[in-house]
């Protein structure tokens, strides 16, 4: 099983990226996808994840209406896109899938089976 995270760079407060996770060894189209990030000295969150097999998606409050997630079935690989990225946001930003569906219980990670080893995002003012 392998996820793994691209896309991380420094950015200037504004600005967007978009964040990749490519995966292998499990059957990406039935599992969940999410994205959570650690930032220095705070504990890890949850930000956004998508149900694979339904559709669904859910975002944190802290990211909602400014980071969209989306999946390529085909492609085996889910993005995060990013935009009004602010200071704040700096962080290792990590994907992960799980079996739970895409709602707040994703973001408890007790259903995580597997885990990215995460990238970083640096966000200047």
């Known amino acids: 099983v392998q996820l793994v995270e691209s896309g991380g760079d420094l950015v200037q407060a504004g600005g967007s990226l978009r964040l990749s996770c490519a995966t292998s060894?499990?059957?990406?189209?039935?599992?969940?996808i999410g994205w959570f990030r650690q930032a220095p000295g705070k504990e890890r969150e949850g930000i956004a994840c998508?149900?694979?097999?339904?559709?669904?998606?859910y975002y944190a409050d802290s990211v909602k209406g400014r980071f969209i997630i989306a999946s390529d079935i085909a492609k085996n690989t889910t993005y995060l896109q990013m935009s009004g990225l602010q200071p704040e946001d700096t962080a290792v930003y990590y994907c992960?899938?799980?079996?739970?569906?895409?709602?707040?219980?994703?973001?408890?990670?007790?259903?995580?089976?597997?885990w990215g080893e995460g990238n970083r995002v640096t966000v200047s003012s």
């Open positions: 998508v149900g694979n097999s339904d559709g669904d998606k």
């Open positions: 060894g499990f059957p990406f189209d039935a599992y969940t």
């Open positions: 992960a899938a799980g079996r739970d569906r895409a709602t707040l219980d994703f973001f408890d990670s007790y259903g995580v089976d597997h």
